[in-house]
C-alpha cells in the first residue's frame, strides 16, 4: 500500500488547511485510517482516526473541536479538514494505514505510512 500525503503549507494562527491522503489500493479500505504529526525535536504524536466505513473518528484532545477526519471510500482518500489553526499545529503530518480495523492511537498499530506534509502556522 502506497500513501501519498498533501495539503500542508504556510497559514496564519487562525486559518485552516485541508490535507489529503491517497492510497494506492482498496486493500486499505477495510482498516483504520490515522493522521500523526511530528513537531520538531518531538516525538511523532497521534492526531485523529478514522474507521473503515468512516465512523468511529477519535482525535487528541489537543486538536478535538478544531480538526475533523474523514474518508471517501470510493477514491481510498482520507482528508483531514484543520480549522482555527495555532503555531504548536506546526508540524510534518503523517497519514497512515493501520494494521486491522481496531488500530487506536498507538503508531505501532500503523503498518504503512506516506511520506508526511509540512503544516506551518506562523503567530
Known amino acids: 500500500v502506497q500513501l501519498q500525503a498533501s495539503g500542508g503549507g504556510l497559514v496564519h494562527t487562525g486559518g485552516s488547511l485541508r490535507l489529503s491522503c491517497a492510497t494506492s489500493r482498496r486493500t486499505s479500505s477495510n482498516n483504520v485510517m490515522g493522521w500523526f504529526r511530528q513537531a520538531p525535536g518531538k516525538e511523532r504524536e497521534f492526531v485523529a482516526s478514522i474507521s473503515w466505513n468512516g465512523g468511529s473518528p477519535t482525535y487528541a484532545d489537543s486538536v478535538k473541536g478544531r480538526f475533523t477526519i474523514s474518508r471517501d471510500r470510493s477514491t481510498n482518500t482520507m482528508y483531514l479538514q484543520m480549522d482555527s489553526l495555532k503555531p504548536e499545529d506546526t508540524a510534518v503530518y503523517y497519514c497512515?494505514?493501520?494494521?486491522?480495523?481496531?488500530?487506536?492511537?498507538?503508531?505501532?498499530?500503523?503498518?504503512?505510512w506516506g511520506q508526511g506534509t509540512l503544516v506551518t502556522v506562523s503567530s
Open positions: 497512515a494505514v493501520g494494521r486491522s480495523s481496531s488500530a487506536g492511537a498507538q503508531s505501532a498499530s500503523y503498518a504503512y
